[in-house]
């Protein structure tokens, strides 16, 4: 299998800047609903929403830090830590469990001993849960940096994993 650019596509992200982080909120102030807008824009800078960017949100918007903090938790594409340079989304939903995918989950969980939203020790690889990747015909399924990949199996999985080595 050939993952090609997607196993070579690990985003480079900033650390955590307070006048870059206030720039960026300072674009949304004023306009509707900028909770947000404000949130994926500091995750597309910074790799996630941390805890500082959650105080920083929450003072320009008057908010609570428990509210900012209650919006990301709710929304699963946002980070508290950043991922590694490589993310890799396992579907867990309904067709893709009946054809395998918890097992193969497990079992690569198990490899790099990490949980759900795990990095591993050396960065390369975060592996996420998913909820229908829209591939169910190709089930089990996952998305490695964006490339949806049908029919996992132990081999797919095996040429994943060479092909994020660091
Ligand atoms: S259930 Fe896994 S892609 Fe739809």
Redesign the pocket.
């Known amino acids: 299998m050939g993952l090609g650019s997607a196993a070579r596509s690990g985003v480079a992200v900033a650390a955590w800047s307070e006048a870059e982080g206030s720039a960026i909120i300072g674009r949304h102030i004023g306009r509707p609903g900028p909770l947000l807008p404000i949130l994926h824009d500091l995750q597309t800078a910074f790799g996630c929403v941390s805890a500082e960017a959650v105080v920083a949100v929450a003072e320009a918007l008057n908010l609570t830090r428990a509210e900012v903090h209650g919006v990301v938790g709710f929304y699963r594409d946002f980070r508290r830590a950043p991922a590694g340079r490589h993310v890799l989304k396992l579907?867990r939903?309904?067709?893709?469990q009946s054809m395998g995918g918890e097992v193969l989950a497990r079992q690569l969980l198990d490899r790099f001993a990490i949980g759900w939203d795990g990095t591993t020790a050396d960065g390369r690889l975060t592996v996420e849960a998913t909820y229908?990747?829209?591939?169910?015909a190709c089930?089990?399924?996952a998305m490695l940096d964006g490339q949806p990949i049908g029919r996992l199996d132990r081999a797919t999985l095996d040429d994943i994993v060479r092909e994020v080595e660091p």
């Not at 939903?93 to 893709?96: D, K, R, S």
């Not at 229908?132 to 169910?136: E, S």
């Open positions: 579907c939903a309904e067709a893709c229908c990747l829209g591939l169910c089930a089990p399924a």
